[in-house]
């Protein structure tokens, strides 16, 4: 299934190849202290493949904050944020937030709260590495 997915004003597009079943996407309200105040829940699957298209990167605001192992793509346009990337051994991972999704039923997600504080550093980039979308390509146009 193709999950299609972009900012409000549309800045910030996405495409995800959805392997297996579409009825058990996750969806993990992120308890950090910047998912808390944008109301971030992510989701992804390892087996998937992300296709992202910004219309325009001058107006894209890259956040990073703690450990600063994880980007926040946040549209500086009409404030949304679409995704996050981590960058581990030289390999990009994502995951992408379902309240960007224009094509998926909100009850077909299964939702639960996810809290990563008492993570260390290693064991949280070996989490993305396993979790995250491994299969990531930008595309920006002129
Ligand atoms: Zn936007």
Known sequence: MLLIGQCHCGNIAFELEWRGDPGAIPARACGCS?????????????????AVAI????LVSKYAFGTRTAVFYVCSRCGSVPLVTSEIENHLHAVVNVNMLENVDPASLLRTPASFDGEDT????????????ADVSFREQP
């Open 122 to 133: 290693e064991s949280r980039l070996a989490r993305r590495a396993r979790n995250w979308i």
């Open 34 to 50: 910047f998912c808390v105040k944008h109301g971030g829940v992510w989701t992804s699957n390892p087996d998937s493949r992300l």
């Open 55 to 58: 219309r325009d990167a001058s």
